[in-house]
């Protein structure tokens, strides 16, 4: 419903039935969908009510991934559960530029079944500035999401007990858009993918079988300040990346597929197209140098261990304690480590709520190409400190934590309390 610059939404947690094996049903939860949910499109500047509405047998949360919304009831982390049977109303302005975000659960412990089970849906924010730029835009033509995840099947049916793993479970098949082996029927010259790693653990290396290249324009908080050239791009859960690929070299007929690692993901049928002649302008958009707040300290905050060892500054999650404070409007650096062994430990993804940062340094050294936008997500590598610049406009209590969901539930997450 819209009423002026108010639009009403409604959005039900729920169970249902999808085939995503031949022949088979298999037991599936979503956002108002059997399997992952519609793409909620949010437009920069709308006074949004959602009521939110839990169908679902336990308890849940609807938590706004890279929103920037005001404090912990809106955002949807664990100190918003809408019960089973039950709902809840929030409201909030959109005040943030283009970008793709998601939508999932967190409810703390449940957050990684709940997310296995299907609970995942990409959100789409437009905004004026982006719409100028000759992005392809025109959604399920040109303008695709991709949601990337692994799962499992044991007669059909998911079994999340069954396949859980401390470190993260992972599953043996892709699952793109809830679908296995997927084609995609290529019908204009550009496509813009909104990749979205929708996996509770694992990373995706993706490329193409032909080596083709694409180019990012955009990462988690919206557009890059340059597009950036690849053939190969690795994300981590959580992280998004809006690439466009350019099929101009390829005729009707042609085929190319999206692999991760040797592991083919999702095919590109190339059909009849319009040839067109469009250049990316060399700046896309300004992202403004961080000032840190005179005075200020650095903030070191650490991951680490494995299993059961997990710990995020030593600590395990307790929802009844404030771990940090920082001043809405300071700009702080934080620095993030990950004392995982360099050589056989793992990755811990590092997420913060409630506002967007930018990463400075790997290590003293200079970040990935595809680095240079706003951030909520960082891929802290074993043996990493990651530094980022972290600036919060909002008033509230915030979660950060790393986000192998199993990492998370285990309790590998903290709150701050900007104010
Ligand atoms: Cu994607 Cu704390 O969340
Ligand atoms: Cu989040
Ligand atoms: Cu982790």
Redesign the pocket.
């Known amino acids: 419903k819209v009423e002026g610059n108010d639009v009403y939404y409604t959005l039900t947690a729920q169970e249902g039935e999808t085939q995503i094996l031949p022949g088979k049903k298999t037991k599936t939860w979503g956002f108002s969908a059997p399997l992952l949910g519609k793409t909620v499109v949010f437009k920069q500047g709308v006074h949004y009510h959602i009521h939110l509405v839990n169908k679902l047998p336990e308890v849940t949360t609807f938590?706004w991934?890279g929103l920037n919304v005001t404090g912990p009831i809106v955002d949807g982390?664990p100190h918003a559960p809408v019960y089973p049977g039950g709902s809840r109303d929030i409201d909030f302005t959109l005040d943030q530029p283009a970008q793709t975000d998601w939508l999932?659960p967190?409810p703390c412990p449940n957050t990684a079944r709940q997310v296995w089970n299907g609970l995942a849906a990409e959100v789409i924010v437009t905004d004026p500035e982006e719409a100028k730029l000759p992005f392809p835009r025109n959604y399920g033509v040109d303008d695709i999401p991709i949601i990337l995840q692994d799962r499992n099947y044991h007669d059909n049916q998911l079994d999340y007990k069954a396949d859980y793993d401390m470190d993260g479970t992972l599953g043996k098949y892709a699952v793109i858009n809830g679908t296995i082996n997927g084609v995609f029927n290529v019908t204009t010259q550009r496509v813009r993918l909104r990749i979205l790693n929708g996996s509770n653990r694992r990373e995706w290396r993706l490329h193409f079988d032909d080596n083709h290249e694409f180019t990012q324009i955009a990462s988690d908080g919206g557009t890059l300040p340059k597009p950036v050239e690849l053939t190969k791009v690795m994300i981590t859960t959580?992280e998004r990346d809006e690439v466009i690929v350019d099929f101009g070299d390829k005729k009707p007929g042609d085929e190319v597929t999206l692999m991760s690692d040797d592991v083919p993901i999702l095919k590109f049928k190339i059909g009849n197209y319009v040839k067109q002649d469009v250049k990316l302008p060399e700046h896309l958009n300004t992202i403004p140098k961080p000032v840190v707040t005179p005075g200020s300290k650095i903030v070191h905050t650490v991951m680490s261990g494995m299993d059961d060892q997990v710990k995020l500054d030593g600590k395990l999650f307790d929802m009844q304690r404030i771990d940090r404070k920082q001043k809405i409007g300071d700009t702080i650096l934080w620095d993030v480590t990950n004392t995982n062994d360099m050589d056989k430990g793992m990755i811990h993804p590092f997420?913060l709520?409630g506002c967007q940062f930018l990463v400075l340094s790997r290590n003293g050294k200079e970040v990935y190409p595809n680095e240079h936008g706003w951030k909520d997500v960082v891929g802290v590598n074993a043996g990493e400190t990651v530094r980022i610049a972290v600036k919060f406009s909002k008033f509230g209590i915030y979660?950060y934590?790393c986000?192998i969901l199993e990492h998370e539930d285990t309790g590998m997450m903290a709150q701050i309390e900007a104010y």
Do not use: N
């Open positions: 938590h991934h982390g999932h967190h959580a997420h709520h979660m934590h986000h």
